[in-house]
């Protein structure tokens, strides 16, 4: 039964701004507009709780983004689990990555109108600590289950008095004459399909989006992996509060998170959109052996129950917000590969910066507005082309399906194993605090030069010719899975 308040919404007025869809980026867009003073329709299809398997561990850059948007309390009373690192397993070792010191990070911005009353901190629930938060010398990050973040994101905008929300399907945009986009189209259960006007219409419906096309008709992800999900009941994780990477000559990426005191996410990486016809034998096959001991119980008993769901892993280089009256933001706009868990963390930066760009603006003005779009998205390029060329890359990287894919993939491991730098600033990029694509560009360069120097050394003087001809086949591989994405990103 559909919340008859979910359908009531005015259609006579026209909003300063509609936002089509509630996933994660759209609450936190219509909070951050509706703090600034605008009256804002924010539209949603079904705004009962999903059940999703991605989108369940939020880099420290995401939470900090939420606390500059004054919406750090939508991850308390969801039994939410703190993350404080990761640990990445190779061929029987592992390396601990924990994130980066505060001190080397700047302080958390707080957005003018936004943050009020202490909606910028973390409050103390029965799974995390405000003090442990606070006072940890390092950065964290949170995961949780996703449906119930989701739940919390728009419990918050709901309480927003300039909000109206509606369950309905929007099934079209609406442009004027002068092709400009006016609003949009709503199946409202009840009502039929109803016109909704706006001075601004922004888009946020998702990896699926309908209206991203609305853009560019050629603006559609390409999907090259997927990932298999499960959920383990009561694991006994390796290293607690850690992701955990498991990598290996003979296997695909495996994730694995606490994601609730009594469940954790495991993600198995399948190089293909198209999976195997029997999953389980799959899973038995090439991800089973593979896994650290403590994790094989609770893992044997979720293949048991055989409760697989997979999700496509897709890539999607951002667009110029270039049409007048309207914004496309988040999945819809842009996606990267899940692995490094980095979507949720580009989306609500990218909020951030949206509000910074136009949020006190008057949106009737949709010259400025438009003047405003164009230049945000060159400002959020040296943020969100780190995060996902790095996705791209150590996917490629820790997929490794050739040999020298695989050499690259032993030398990033080695790399990390030296500590130091060579820990602390992939992780700073990893984790969404260090924004500088040409230093991303300079490490990626140091672990390919470390890859053929260890192969160098592998070989030895004998081998010298050998390793030589190998170390420029893998430079070649090496600048074929990065510059592209690079230059894509930061020209596109």
């Known amino acids: 039964m559909v919340d008859s308040s979910l359908l009531n919404a005015n259609s006579q007025v026209t909003y300063d701004a509609i936002v089509i869809g509630a996933g994660v980026i759209g609450p936190a867009v219509a909070t951050g507009l509706a703090r600034k003073g605008k009256k804002v329709l924010i539209v949603e299809r079904n705004w009962s ?26 991850v308390n009373g969801i039994d939410a689990y703190p993350v404080t690192g990761y640990t990445v397993f190779y061929n029987g070792e592992h390396v601990d990555i924990p994130y980066p010191y505060k001190s080397s990070v700047a302080p958390v911005e707080k ?7 202490g909606n910028d901190k973390i409050l103390d629930d029965s799974t995390l600590s405000s003090r442990d938060f606070e006072e940890d010398e390092r950065e964290r990050g949170v995961a949780f289950v996703h449906g119930k973040f989701l739940n919390n994101l728009r419990r ?3 309480e927003e008095p300039t909000v109206t929300r509606l369950q309905g399907n929007c099934v079209q945009i609406l442009k004027n004459e002068q092709n400009e986009v006016i609003g949009t189209k709503v199946d409202v259960e009840g009502r039929g399909k109803v016109d909704f006007k706006a001075h601004l ?25 997927s990932f298999v999900g499960m959920s383990l009941r009561d694991a006994k994780n390796p290293f607690p509060m850690h992701g955990h990477v498991i990598l290996g000559s003979n296997h695909m990426p495996i994730l694995v998170y606490q994601i609730s005191p009594e469940e954790t996410r495991i993600l198995c990486a399948y190089n293909s959109p198209k999976l195997p016809s029997n999953v389980k034998s799959w899973l038995i ?3 089973q052996p593979y896994l650290p001991d403590s994790l094989r119980p609770s893992f044997d008993e979720a293949l048991s129950d055989g409760k697989f769901r997979s999700m496509p892993n897709s890539y999607l280089p951002a667009k110029q917000n270039d049409i007048t009256g309207m914004c496309v933001v988040g999945d819809a706009l842009n996606m990267r590969h899940p692995l490094t868990g980095g ?16 949020g006190d603006l008057d949106f009737s003005d949709r010259e400025t507005v438009l003047e405003e779009l164009l230049g945000y998205h060159y400002e959020r390029k040296n943020y969100d082309s780190v995060l996902n060329v790095l996705s791209i890359a150590l996917y490629s990287l820790f ?9 690259l993939q032993r030398g990033c491991f080695k790399y990390f194993q030296r500590g130091g730098d060579c820990v602390s600033v992939p ?3 990893l984790s969404g605090v260090l924004p500088k694509p040409f230093l991303l560009a300079r490490v990626f360069s140091a672990v390919v030069l470390y890859t053929v120097y260890l192969n160098i050394e592998e070989r030895g003087f004998l081998g010298l010719p050998m390793a030589l001809l190998e170390g420029i086949t893998i430079l070649f591989t090496a600048t074929k899975v990065f510059t592209p994405f690079l230059y894509q990103e930061l020209c596109g």
């Open 343 to 358: 979507g949720m963390t580009v989306g609500l930066n990218d909020v951030v910066l949206l509000i910074k760009k136009i």
């Open 49 to 74: 709780m999903p059940d999703r398997i991605v989108g369940e561990l939020l880099q420290p850059g995401g939470l900090r983004a939420l606390r500059s948007l004054g919406m750090a309390q939508s």
């Open 201 to 225: 219409t922004i888009v946020c419906d998702g990896i699926f989006s309908r209206f991203r096309k609305e853009l560019d008709s050629q603006h559609t992800p390409t999907v090259g992996s």
């Open 111 to 117: 957005l003018k109108d936004l943050v009020k009353d």
């Open 156 to 158: 918050i905008v709901g």
């Open 285 to 287: 096959k090439d991800v």
């Open 427 to 429: 992780v700073a990029f």
């Open 399 to 407: 997929a490794a399906d050739n040999g020298n894919l695989k050499k």
